[in-house]
């Protein structure tokens, strides 16, 4: 009998080789869990809301006016929503044409991509044409479909960054290409050292493959760093000297936790380097609703930025956002309330820097607090979370668990993290799902729980880790460093 093209044996087979370990076993056995009625702690994705992060009132407001703009002509509306909510709904809906309900241009709104071009200008003092900005629903489906457009066949690499956020190596195996690692060093703050990258193209090179693209995540996922200007300057020197395309996922550019190395993005630094670099370098950037002081990652907000990027490409790109006809027209309210906040003198100036600060500040603790406690277990080393919404700690697995892990059919780390699960309800990702060198355990963990309950959820993990290390503690060493 033959196959169905929908049965599992005849599926794409870039489906079936596509792993997402954020949602993955871990996520299925903490959802199994929660159903049979045990506390869950989902760290394993950063989606502040859902751990209880509450939304920004400003934006909130307008993006419900624009929903329902019957309630614009109620004469009672000043006493419910302020007037600046209300003339920033009404602008917004300006800005469409016919509403939440229609469809909006392929790349989005004309001028809430006029926002986000302002926005890039007063934070690079760099020129910004809302041309070469595309709105897309959160940063994955643009970097989907760049990848898209870079990816010919399975010969293509793409640098990627290891441990990396999966929607990389996600992508790369569903359009069929080749993922070319480089590691980040972890005893170096999981920094990132061009010499690593030149041998890791070297060798996909002598692999017959022909590396395109490179990926930067700053600040970090998993691992938390920020990239320094001096290291950017050589990405890019590198990114021209190779011919390579740069992606820069600068998603989690608001989510800084230390003065020393501030966020500075790729576009910036490019532009720093002058003619003729800064004419070379083919560079995105990508960016989200989702992440930050905003968090609002249920609305799918995000765009991408092309930089020295041919016209006629941009018309390609075009093409192809045009087939899904238009990225969901509130999310693109999101950005553009985004990248124009309330201004001094607003009326809702005051309490939107509260509740944002309010947020960002609490995030700085909780990274410092989620560190410190990891780096006091046994065991355990954890570089500190400078930017981001992750903590990356190493665990340092005794030859007895690794044994047992073996004999349980589980991949150490993952071993670890079911054994974490059961005994705390803390849901984390195993380090292996990011990639991690050869021999070496990781977990990540979001630093999203409630700063009240942090304390809590760092010594359950203590007690456990103490636990497990003196269950499967020997005198037969542990994994390396
Ligand atoms: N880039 C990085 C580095 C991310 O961490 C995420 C989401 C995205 C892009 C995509 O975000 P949006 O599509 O929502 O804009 N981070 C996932 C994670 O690691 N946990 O939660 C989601």
């Known amino acids: 009998m033959s196959l169905k093209a929908l049965d599992y044996e005849s599926l794409n087979e870039n489906v079936k080789n596509c792993q997402y370990a954020v949602r993955g076993e871990l996520y299925l056995r903490a959802s199994e869990l929660q159903k049979e009625g045990k506390k869950i702690i989902f760290t394993n994705v950063g989606n502040p809301h859902a751990l209880g992060q509450k939304p920004l009132t400003f934006p909130r407001q307008v993006v419900a006016l ?17 007037a600046d909510a209300i003339a920033r709904a009404k602008h917004y809906l300006s800005l469409t044409s016919g509403g939440l309900g229609a469809y909006s241009d392929s790349r989005g709104l004309p001028g809430v991509r006029k926002e986000v071009a302002e926005f890039i200008e007063r934070r690079d003092g760099y020129p910004s044409d809302p041309e070469l900005i595309f709105l897309t629903d959160g940063a994955s489906k643009g970097v989907m479909q760049i990848l898209n457009c870079i990816i010919r066949n399975q010969k293509d690499g793409i640098l990627v960054p290891v441990p990396q956020y999966p929607l990389y190596s996600a992508t790369i195996s569903l359009l069929g290409g080749t993922l070319v690692p480089y590691y980040l060093e972890e005893t170096d703050n999981w920094g990132l050292d061009v010499n690593n990258l030149r041998q890791s193209v070297a060798q996909a090179r002598s692999q017959g493959i022909t590396v395109r693209a490179m990926v930067i995540i700053n600040p970090g996922n998993p691992t938390g760093q920020c990239l320094s200007e001096a290291n950017l300057r050589e990405i890019l020197r590198f990114c021209c000297d190779e011919r390579l395309v740069l992606l820069g996922d600068e998603v989690y550019q608001q989510n800084i936790y230390q003065d020393e190395r501030p966020f500075i993005s790729s576009k910036k630094v490019l532009m720093d380097m002058g003619t003729p670099i800064s004419k070379e370098v083919q560079l995105i950037s990508f960016h989200t609703v989702s992440k930050g002081y905003w968090g609002e990652c249920g609305q799918r907000g995000g765009y991408f930025e092309m930089t020295n990027i041919p016209p006629r490409t941009v018309e390609e790109i075009y093409k192809v956002a045009s087939i899904a006809l238009s990225p969901n ?8 309330l985004m990248v124009s906040p309330p201004k001094p003198g607003d009326i809702s100036y005051d309490q939107f820097v509260r509740e944002s600060k309010g947020i960002l500040e609490s995030l700085r603790r909780r990274a410092r607090i989620m560190t410190d406690g990891f780096n006091s277990c046994k065991n355990v080393v954890c570089n500190f979370t400078e930017g981001a919404m992750y903590s990356f700690p190493q665990i340092k697995l005794p030859s007895k668990a690794i044994q047992a892990a073996k004999q349980a059919g589980k991949v150490p780390d993952v071993f670890y993290c079911l054994k974490l699960l059961e005994a705390t309800g803390i849901s984390t990702v195993p380090g292996s799902g990011f990639g991690q ?16 309950e942090m304390p809590e959820i760092m010594d359950s993990f203590k007690k456990f880790n103490d636990e497990f290390m003196s269950q499967y503690g020997d005198n037969f060493g542990y994994s390396r460093m």
Do not use: W, Y
């Not at 624009?66 to 302020?82: E, K, Y």
């Open 66 to 82: 624009c929903q329902a703009p019957f309630l614009l002509d109620n004469p009672n509306i000043g006493m419910i929503f302020p």
């Open 437 to 452: 060198k050869e021999g070496v355990f990781h977990l990540r963990t979001t630093i999203l729980p409630a700063e009240e």
């Open 329 to 336: 027209v509130s999310a693109q309210i999101f950005m553009g």
